[in-house]
């Protein structure tokens, strides 16, 4: 089966930088990705890891190390229209990956 | 971008009612499409798996004569939550994916059902 945690909330103010990790424990999975929720909203997909390393887009970067079951999805520059929930997500071997799994998620509050 | 419509996004209904979800997927054929149900400030639970022209593949505990799915058309499902009770009450969205890449999958708006 698959389990990811997360922390269930991180706070930071505008214009820093924050760190949300994911670790994860699972039977093999395609890439680890990350999706944002603003409250009441539906989730958006932000980044995805196939391979470990780092993927960069724009103010968001992902992380994923298969070897120490861990990855993160890095923030910079804080806005208040960050303040949402985060998920990390795998598409497990086992379902052909055709299922998502998500974390339970972390609510960062980005503060003034 | 691949654009995914749910309705409608907000439904309130009686007690031992029954309600229809629509779920299209507007510029893209979807062979696929997965139906999620999420309490406040919980993660995104799956519920089913929803094929074209076949039956939905349903999540252990998951009652399926409870949470009926019908996807009729490449571009179509339906989640039908039959004799609706309060604690049915929940966030229901729905997702789909352009496309064969394990990730990337577009979520409708989502429905919030309120039974009452």
């Known amino acids: 089966g698959q389990s990811l945690e997360q922390p269930s909330e991180v706070t930071a103010v505008e214009g820093a930088i924050v760190q949300i990790n994911c670790t994860y424990q699972t039977s093999g999975f395609y890439g680890l990705s990350w999706y944002q929720q603003h409250d009441g909203g539906a989730p958006t997909f932000l980044s995805y890891?196939?391979?470990?390393g780092l993927e960069e887009t724009g103010r968001f970067s992902s992380f994923l190390s298969r070897s120490d079951s861990y990855g993160y999805l890095l923030l910079q520059e804080l806005q208040m229209k960050d303040s949402a929930s985060y998920f990390c997500?795998?598409?497990?071997?086992?379902?052909?990956?055709?299922?998502?799994?998500f974390g339970a998620g972390t609510r960062l509050f980005v503060k003034a | 971008g691949a654009v995914v419509s749910q309705h409608p996004s907000r439904v309130i209904c009686k007690s031992g009612t029954s309600v229809k979800i629509e779920c299209r997927s507007l510029d893209f054929q979807a062979t696929t499409m997965f139906w999620y149900r999420q309490f406040p400030k919980q993660s995104l639970m799956l519920m089913a798996t929803s094929n074209e022209g076949s039956k939905a593949t349903y999540e252990q505990g998951v009652e399926k004569d409870k949470f009926l799915i019908n996807h009729a058309s490449l571009t179509l499902s339906t989640l039908t939550v039959t004799s609706a009770h309060p604690e049915d009450s929940s966030f229901y969205i729905c997702s789909a994916r352009e496309g064969t890449d394990f990730y990337g999958y577009t979520f409708g708006s989502g429905t919030r059902l309120t039974v009452v």
């Open positions: 997500a795998v598409s497990p071997f086992y379902t052909g990956g055709f299922k998502t799994i």
């Open positions: 890891n196939g391979l470990d």
